[in-house]
Structures are given as C-alpha cells and as structure tokens.
C-alpha cells in the first residue's frame, strides 16, 4: 500500500474521507472532530483540492486510491514538465531528459507518499515557469490558485520565486504582478478564513535567533540528498558553482548558493515563521536550469569545481563527489554517452530512500474496520466517542458522522485546548508531536469533554459498562491507580437538547444566576443566543465557549460561523469575474 503510516491515516485519508462524508463543500465548522471546529482548522489537508473534491462523485470508491492516484499523477507531471520545459528552453533532448530524471529522483519526492502538501505545488511552479516564457503570463493566475489549494503555507515563498524567475530571465516583474494578485484573490475564500485562525490562534512558536540566521550552514541539506529539502545529488552543487563562470547564469547562481548556505533565505520564504531548509525545495526548478545550461556549455571551470569540493568532504557527501568527479572527467572529455550512465545515481539514491516506505496493508485495513462502523450504526452513538484503540493513527478517523470525537491532529489545532489538555488536565502525550491530540484514558478528559462512549478493549474504564465485546483477550501489564473519584462530581444542571441546525439548540432551568458551561473548544465564530437575545461569549474553563446565565427557563442556542468566511466568498467570486474577463482579453490580444 503506497503512504506512510501515521501522516497518511491520521491526516491525508482520513480527512479526505471524512470530507466526502460530509458532502459540504465549504462548511463553517467540523462537528465531529475537536470537539466541534472551525472547518479551516483542516483547510490544509485538500478541502478544496482536486482530488478530494472528485472523489465525492464516486463515494462508494476507498478514498485512498484518490489519494494514491493524484500524488503519482502530480508526481510523475511534475518529470514531464520539467523536460518540456527545459527543451522549449532550447536546450538539448539528452540534456533536458537528464535534468528531468534528476528532478523526478529527487528526494523530496519521497515526501509523496508522507507529508504530500510539501511536493505537491511544484507542478504549477514549473506549469508557471512554461507560461512566463511563452509569454501568456495571464493564465499563471490559475497555477496560483492551485498552489494556494494545494500548499497555501508554500505560496508566498513560489510567489517570490516567480518574480525571481521572471527578473533573472526578461528583467522585469511588472508583467507578472497582475496575474499573481488575481489568482491570490480568486482564491481568496480559502486562504482568507485560515489565515485569520492561524493568527488569531496564539500558537507558541520558537523564536528565531536572528544572528544565527547569518551564520552559514555548510551541511547543505536544503539541496543535497534530504528528503526536507530538494533531494538533488552533489553534481547540482558543483553545477551551482560552475555556473558563475557564464554571464547568463552567473548571479543567479551565486544567489542560489547563497539561499542553500544562509538560514536568512529560508526565514524569508517561510514567511519568518522559522528557518526550516524544507521550504527550498520551490528552489529545485532553478537548479535543473543552470545544471542543464552548465552540461550543455560543456565549459569546466576547475578553481571552482576545486572550491565546490570543499563543501562536499563530508561522511554523507564525499562518496557522491568522487563519482561526480569520476563523471565529469569522462563527460568533458568527450564521452557524452556517460550523462545517462549517471542518471542511474540519482535513480539509484531514490529507490533506497523510498524502498520498503509504504503502508501496512494489515494496519490500514484495521483503521478501516467495518465491525466498528456497524458498532456506531447500530449503537446509534450520535454523542461523543472516544477512540481508545491505535489513539495515533484513529486521531482524525470517522467511522460514521454519528461519531463525534475530541481528538485531532492538525497544524493548525486550536492552542487554547491544546494547552486545556496537554498542561491543564495533563493527558499523556502520546505522539513526538504534540499538535495530535489524541484521546486518552484521563477521566478529567473523558468527563470534561461530555463522551458518552468509549471504543475501547478495556472493559474496565470507571464511569463507562460495557454494551459490545467479543472474543478472548490476554490481560498483561495490569496498572492500578487510586483516586478519589467523587473529586470529579459536579453538581451541573443538564440542558434537554432539541434538533436544530445550529451546533446546539436546547432548554433548560436554572435555578440560581452561574454560567453557562459549553465542551466546545473556544474560538472566534461563536454566536449564543439566550431566548433569542445574543449573549456575550466567554472563555470559560480555561478553553471552552460559554457565557453568563440567569435564573429561570432558557432556550439556549448555539451557532459558529467562520470568520471572514463570506468577505473571502465575495472576493474570490468578484476575482473569478475580474479575472476571467481579463484573461479572455489578454488570451485574444496575443
């Protein structure tokens, strides 16, 4: 099974599956997962991406072959596009074809079958670089759009690569400019209502020392061999050098090596989120460039290929220099049969990085589990459940839209709960990432998140009885802890819930003026009304949405819209009529 364990089940199949049983195209709020959220929370994991959407067509079809099926598609598209691109270029088939190999082997493309977000935006980055040199700029809007659908955090830094590209190859950036901020506002309903969450979440993130920024990084894992950065073998490196010799590729190239050797360049296309060499991946294209232009000048400089070694004599690298050298010694004495003799290294670094990288079919088929989803249906758990079984991978799985979790696992999770569960009522971290929040055994998490059922193996869990098991089980590594347990009774006045289609609806009594106390994870989008009348929304505790409440018979209803949602609506609509027309006109102009 093509995918990585815990990224493809805990995020990539399981939301996207989760997606399509939702069948709503843009909603404001995800029920079932995090305790009710903003649906944005998971607007990175392809909600609006092609392949996710196609799939609510076919609902009956494993959404992993949707899945599987469009990484290989953009996988093996992004190969063909470079070498179209390079040979409209004018540079040679035996050259352009080497490039493309080298590109399609790279190993950041073993990140198409784990985090697949980080590769998946490099086909409209070539797609772009196609339409700057055939000068029909305009339809670039539409590769913006796609690569905001597909990675919105990767945009801004192809963005600037673009305007790089388009200096470097025509000297100028004015006619681009137009087609950039058309497709930024045609896409505008997503990345508008995500990026309001995202700065209103308060996440803690490590502050970056800006004098180490300038101290060079001489490992060189944004280029060579890393699957966090291109994944290219060292002949780019000393192809990088050998391009300051020509004119046409001098600055560019010094730039280039620069970026890979200066956190500063990283910083700046993360968006001075942090430094991490992954983002330089949208520098790949631009390598292929000036490595095909060096091959096809067959113009050896040795003082720098002298200076490119210098940088290579390392443990990982030195064996890839000496066949680099042993390569470049045969090629520029005229034997140019050898490019394609080397192609085979990076085919070779390639399949050692990504053999034996693929999915337990045993594991997948156990997140999949058909006696669990008929245990929902005919137990009719329409109130929150907690998944006790394989907590890491089940995290963002649904069997059923009965279900209703408190887990999840998204980049952008909602700091107030994170910190509510992981610092307040000390749950287990049970991942090396502590952005999954995954359910646990904590009876304080149990209680205060209001589940009602436990998919558990474990009979014994205080408060739960048992109403389905079968089969033997072996009781090993036996634990006893003591507690109080009238520590955790509370004397709350239960709300009798009526249908509705707001997230709640219902009435209820109160004797005495308190608050009103809600299990929903608190952010900005909360409305609750009183007998009609809106309520002042407050954080209650610690992380939760509520408010004040007085005595006496109360109709309480709560609704949750997601901010900017429909101001991005309207702009993404007003650029689509903008753009379309504009693009008409330009397309029939030339």
């Given at each position: 099974?093509?995918?990585?364990?815990?990224?493809?089940?805990?995020?990539?199949?399981?939301?996207?599956?989760?997606?399509?049983?939702?069948?709503?195209?843009?909603?404001?709020?995800?029920?079932?997962?995090?305790?009710?959220?903003?649906?944005?929370?998971?607007?990175?994991?392809?909600?609006?991406?092609?392949?996710?959407?196609?799939?609510?067509?076919?609902?009956?079809?494993?959404?992993?072959?949707?899945?599987?099926?469009?990484?290989?598609?953009?996988?093996?598209?992004?190969?063909?596009?470079?070498?179209?691109?390079?040979?409209?270029?004018?540079?040679?088939?035996?050259?352009?074809?080497?490039?493309?190999?080298?590109?399609?082997?790279?190993?950041?493309?073993?990140?198409?079958?784990?985090?697949?977000?980080?590769?998946?935006?490099?086909?409209?980055?070539?797609?772009?670089?196609?339409?700057?040199?055939?000068?029909?700029?305009?339809?670039?809007?539409?590769?913006?759009?796609?690569?905001?659908?597909?990675?919105?955090?990767?945009?801004?830094?192809?963005?600037?690569?673009l305007?790089?590209?388009?200096?470097?190859?025509?000297?100028?950036?004015?006619?681009?400019?137009?087609?950039?901020?058309?497709?930024?506002?045609?896409?505008?309903?997503?990345?508008?209502?995500?990026?309001?969450?995202?700065?209103?979440?308060?996440?803690?993130v490590?502050?970056?020392?800006?004098?180490?920024?300038?101290i060079?990084?001489v490992?060189?894992?944004?280029?060579?061999?890393?699957?966090?950065?291109c994944?290219?073998t060292?002949?780019?490196?000393?192809?990088?050098?050998?391009?300051?010799?020509?004119?046409?590729?001098?600055?560019?190239?010094?730039?280039?090596i620069?970026?890979?050797?200066?956190?500063?360049?990283?910083?700046?296309?993360?968006?001075?989120?942090?430094?991490?060499?992954?983002?330089?991946?949208?520098?790949?294209?631009?390598v292929?460039?000036i490595?095909?232009?060096?091959?096809?000048?067959?113009?050896?400089?040795?003082?720098?290929?002298?200076?490119?070694?210098?940088?290579?004599?390392?443990?990982?690298?030195?064996?890839?220099?000496?066949?680099?050298?042993?390569?470049?010694?045969?090629?520029?004495?005229?034997?140019?049969?050898?490019?394609?003799t080397?192609?085979?290294?990076?085919?070779?670094?390639?399949t050692?990085?990504?053999?034996?990288?693929?999915?337990?079919?045993?594991?997948?088929?156990?997140?999949?589990?058909?006696?669990?989803?008929?245990?929902?249906?005919?137990?009719?758990?329409?109130?929150?459940?907690?998944?006790?079984?394989?907590?890491?991978?089940?995290?963002?799985?649904?069997?059923?839209?009965?279900?209703?979790?408190?887990?999840?696992?998204?980049?952008?999770?909602?700091?107030?709960?994170?910190?509510?569960?992981?610092?307040?009522?000390?749950?287990?971290?049970s991942?090396?990432?502590?952005?999954?929040?995954?359910?646990?055994?904590?009876?304080?998490?149990?209680?205060?998140?209001?589940?009602?059922?436990?998919?558990?193996?474990?009979?014994?869990?205080?408060?739960?009885?048992?109403?389905?098991?079968?089969?033997?089980?072996?009781?090993?590594?036996?634990?006893?802890?003591?507690?109080?347990?009238?520590?955790?009774?509370?004397?709350?006045?239960?709300?009798?819930?009526?249908?509705?289609?707001?997230?709640?609806?219902?009435?209820?009594?109160?004797?005495?003026?308190?608050?009103?106390?809600?299990?929903?994870?608190?952010?900005?989008?909360?409305?609750?009304?009183?007998?009609?009348?809106?309520?002042?929304?407050?954080?209650?505790?610690?992380?939760?949405?509520?408010?004040?409440?007085?005595?006496?018979?109360?109709?309480?209803?709560?609704?949750?819209?997601?901010?900017?949602?429909?101001?991005?609506?309207?702009?993404?609509?007003?650029?689509?009529?903008?753009?379309?027309?504009?693009?008409?006109?330009?397309?029939?102009?030339?």
């Open positions: 099974m093509y995918g990585s364990k815990l990224d493809w089940l805990s995020q990539h199949i399981s939301l996207a599956d989760y997606f399509r049983q939702t069948q709503q195209l843009l909603p404001d709020s995800f029920a079932n997962l995090q305790g009710q959220t903003n649906a944005f929370s998971f607007s990175y994991y392809g909600l609006l991406r092609p392949d996710v959407l196609v799939s609510y067509l076919f609902p009956n079809i494993p959404i992993h072959f949707f899945i599987i099926g469009y990484a290989t598609l953009l996988w093996s598209s992004t190969g063909g596009l470079c070498y179209y691109w390079l040979r409209n270029k004018g540079y040679k088939d035996t050259v352009s074809f080497f490039s493309s190999v080298c590109c399609i082997c790279a190993n950041c493309f073993f990140q198409s079958h784990q985090q697949i977000m980080f590769v998946e935006i490099l086909p409209f980055l070539f797609l772009s670089f196609i339409l700057i040199d055939k000068n029909k700029r305009q339809w670039i809007s539409l590769c913006v759009v796609m690569a905001l659908f597909h990675n919105y955090f990767y945009t801004p830094g192809m963005i600037l690569i305007l790089l590209y388009d200096y470097d190859q025509n000297h100028t950036i004015k006619d681009i400019l137009i087609p950039i901020l058309i497709g930024i506002g045609m896409a505008t309903i997503l990345w508008l209502p995500t990026g309001y969450l995202i700065l209103n979440n308060h996440k803690s490590v502050q970056t020392n800006l004098f180490n920024l300038l060079p990084n490992t060189l894992k944004g280029l060579v061999y890393d699957s966090y950065g994944g290219l060292v002949i780019s490196w000393i192809a990088l050098f050998q391009g300051i010799q020509f004119e046409k590729t001098r600055k560019l190239s010094i730039l280039l620069l970026m890979f050797v200066f956190p500063m360049f990283s910083y700046i296309l993360n968006g001075t989120l942090y430094a991490r060499t992954k983002i330089l991946v949208l520098c790949l294209p631009l292929l460039m490595l095909s232009y060096w091959l096809q000048e067959r113009k050896l400089n040795k003082g720098l290929l002298v200076l490119a070694s210098l940088f290579l004599c390392t443990k990982t690298t030195l064996l890839g220099l000496l066949i680099s050298l042993a390569f470049i010694g045969y090629y520029f004495m005229d034997k140019k049969e050898c490019l394609m080397y192609a085979l290294v990076p085919m070779i670094v390639f050692g990085l990504n053999y034996n990288q693929c999915l337990d079919l045993k594991l997948y088929n156990s997140m999949y589990s058909k006696d669990k989803q008929k245990l929902m249906q005919r137990n009719d758990l329409n109130q929150r459940t907690a998944d006790l079984d394989q907590v890491g991978y089940s995290v963002n799985h649904i069997y059923d839209l009965k279900e209703m979790k408190a887990s999840s696992y998204t980049s952008t999770s909602n700091s107030l709960y994170n910190t509510f569960i992981y610092d307040i009522i000390k749950s287990p971290i991942q090396s990432n502590r952005t999954i929040i995954t359910d646990s055994e904590n009876y304080l998490y149990l209680s205060m998140m209001g589940i009602q059922n436990v998919l558990s193996k474990d009979s014994n869990l205080y408060g739960y009885k048992e109403v389905d098991s079968k089969g033997k089980y072996k009781i090993s590594k036996i634990r006893v802890n003591t507690c109080d347990m009238g520590a955790f009774k509370r004397n709350v006045t239960k709300v009798n819930e009526m249908r509705s289609d707001a997230v709640f609806k219902g009435q209820v009594n109160v004797k005495k003026d308190g608050y009103l106390v809600t299990s929903y994870p608190y952010e900005k989008g909360y409305e609750i009304y009183m007998d009609g009348k809106k309520q002042d929304v407050e954080i209650v505790n610690k992380a939760f949405v509520g408010c004040k409440i007085k005595k006496g018979s109360h109709t309480i209803t709560i609704q949750f819209h997601a901010p900017l949602k429909k101001l991005g609506l309207c702009i993404s609509v007003l650029s689509i009529m903008i753009g379309g027309l504009w693009i008409w006109k330009k397309s029939k102009n030339l």
